[in-house]
C-alpha cells in the first residue's frame, strides 16, 4: 500500500489527481488523504440546480464541482478530511463499503469514539452523520472515497443544499442539520485535521507509512485534467436535464429521475439522476433506451442484459422499471 498527498485544497485539482491515481497507479494499493476549501461537491448523476441552493452558493463564494462517483451532493471545508482508497476490484462483490469502511470505524475506536456504519454508505456517530461515500469501477480497479466531517461549518452545510422532500420524508428527518455532526462534538479532547490523518494512517500502516510522489510530469498531465474536465462548463452543468417525460421515485437504495424527450413514441434522448450508488457509468444505460419505443416491454427488453447493481445499487430492477411506468 502506498500513501499520496495532492498538496492543494483546490476541488478540481483533487478530484483530478484522484482519477489519475486510478487510472495510471495500478502496481499497488493507493490511499490519499486531501482536502477541499468552501466547496460543493456533488455526485455524477446529479443535477447540480435541484441539488444546490445557488443564491447562497454565490454569495458565499462556493466552488462547485461535480465528481466521478455517484450519491449525493456534500459540502467541504477546511473542517473535512476526504479520503480515497483505491485498488483491485474482485468481479464478485457486488457492494464492498464494509471493506473500506471497517478499518475506519476501528481506527476511531482506538480512541473511544463508536463510529458505526448504517444505510447505503453512511457512518454515524451517535445516530448522527459524520461521513458519506461513494464508489468507482474504472478497468479493475475500485475508487472508494468518502467524507469526514472533523470540525465543519454545520450551518453553511444547511444554507448551501437543497435536500429534496422526498429524501427527508424517507430519513425520517427534519433538516440537513438533524442528520449530520462533527467528530469533534463527541471527542474527549479536540481533534485537529493532523491527528485524523495520523489515526488513519497509523492503522491503515501499522506505523510505517509508505509515501510515494509524482513526478512534475505527472502533476501537469494532473493540472490539465483540472483544467480541461473538471472545470469545464459541460462537465460541471451540461447534465441539467429539460424534457417532456419526466418521471422521480425514492426507493430505499435512493432517488432516481429519469428524463425523457420523446418524438413519435420514439426516446431520442435520456437522461438519468438521482443519488444511486452507481460504480460504472450511468451514460451506459441511457445509450441502450435511446431510439427504442417508449413503453415498459421496449425498455424491459433493453434493461435486461445489463448487470443493473453495478448502476443502480442496491435499487432492485423492479424498482427501476417502476421508474418508466406513467401513471
Known amino acids: 500500500m502506498k500513501y499520496m498527498k495532492t498538496g492543494s485544497t483546490d476541488p478540481c485539482y483533487n478530484l483530478a489527481f484522484e482519477e489519475y491515481v486510478l487510472k495510471n497507479c495500478k502496481d499497488d494499493d493507493y490511499v490519499l488523504l486531501w482536502q477541499n476549501d468552501n466547496t460543493i461537491v456533488f455526485g455524477v448523476n446529479q443535477n ?22 455517484g450519491g449525493g451532493a456534500v459540502y467541504h471545508d477546511m473542517g473535512n478530511l476526504n479520503f480515497s482508497y483505491i485498488t483491485d476490484w ?49 478497468d479493475g480497479r475500485i475508487l472508494h472515497h468518502g467524507t469526514l466531517l472533523i470540525d465543519s461549518d454545520l450551518g453553511k452545510i444547511s444554507n448551501v443544499l437543497n435536500v429534496s422532500e422526498d429524501k427527508i420524508k424517507s ?31 497509523d492503522n491503515w500502516f501499522n506505523g510505517e507509512v509508505n509515501e510515494t510522489f509524482f513526478e512534475e510530469a ?22 441539467s436535464p429539460k424534457f417532456n417525460y419526466k418521471n422521480r421515485m425514492r426507493f430505499e437504495g435512493g432517488s432516481i429521475e429519469v428524463n425523457l424527450e420523446v418524438e413519435g413514441g420514439i426516446i431520442q434522448q435520456c437522461i438519468i439522476i438521482g443519488d444511486f450508488l452507481s460504480l460504472q457509468s450511468i451514460e451506459n444505460v441511457e445509450k ?25 445499487g442496491s435499487i432492485s430492477r423492479d424498482e427501476v422499471l417502476k421508474c418508466f411506468q406513467e401513471g
Open 48 to 69: 447540480p440546480l435541484e441539488e444546490i441552493n445557488m443564491d447562497a452558493a454565490k454569495e458565499l463564494g462556493v466552488n462547485i464541482v461535480r465528481r466521478t462517483t
Open 288 to 312: 441502450v433506451l435511446t431510439g427504442i419505443p417508449f413503453d415498459v416491454r421496449a425498455v424491459t427488453q433493453a434493461l435486461d442484459p445489463l448487470p443493473l447493481e453495478l448502476y443502480f
Open 171 to 201: 430519513k425520517g428527518i427534519k433538516s440537513v442539520r438533524s442528520r449530520v455532526t462533527n467528530i469533534n462534538a463527541y471527542a474527549d479532547h479536540k481533534l485537529d485535521i493532523e491527528d485524523i490523518k495520523n489515526l488513519l494512517l
Open 218 to 239: 505527472q502533476l501537469a498531465e494532473i493540472r490539465d485534467l483540472a483544467d480541461q474536465k473538471y472545470r469545464s462548463w459541460d462537465w460541471v452543468y451540461g447534465r
Open 90 to 138: 474482485d468481479d464478485g462483490e457486488s457492494s464492498s463499503y464494509a471493506r473500506f469502511l471497517e478499518p475506519i470505524t476501528k481506527a476511531f475506536a482506538k480512541i473511544g469514539l463508536k463510529v458505526v456504519m448504517k444505510g447505503r454508505n453512511d457512518l454515524l456517530l451517535d445516530g448522527k452523520k459524520i461521513s458519506g461515500s461513494a464508489q468507482r469501477l474504472l
